[in-house]
């Protein structure tokens, strides 16, 4: 069983930061592709940031130059550092994790965290 549990969400001002941090745990013996995703309310999920297991990228075009996602393999985790947050921003963003796990390769999500910018 693996799962993924996010972290880091909050409250914050226009123009400020925040990092989120996603973890995956429990019977994983390797990690492919990670990636934020977010959803507004009214609006589709969509992808924010992706990271693959060699550490190529990709981002959506309105957090380019904003947004940072960086991995650490050894703990199986993604991290997403937001920067010069807008009010648009404001979302709840998941994880998802490819991993591979008994039985095959499944992508897992995580239960989400808010992120909300306001002044």
């Known amino acids: 069983q693996v799962q993924v549990v996010e972290s880091g969400g909050g409250l914050v001002q226009p123009g400020g930061s925040l990092r989120l941090s996603c973890a995956a745990s429990?019977?994983?013996?390797?990690?492919?592709?990670m990636g934020w995703y977010r959803q507004a309310p009214g609006k589709q999920r969509e992808l924010v940031a992706r990271?693959?297991?060699?550490?190529?990228?990709n981002y959506l075009d309105s957090v380019k130059g904003r947004f940072t996602i960086s991995r650490d393999n050894a703990n199986n985790t993604v991290y997403l550092q937001m920067n010069s947050l807008k009010p648009e921003d404001t979302a709840v963003y998941y994880c998802r994790a490819a991993v591979l796990t008994i039985g095959g390769q499944y992508r897992y999500w995580g239960q989400g965290t808010q992120v909300t910018v306001s002044s």
């Open positions: 429990g019977t994983v013996f390797s990690i492919y592709d």
């Open positions: 990271i693959d297991s060699g550490g190529s990228t």
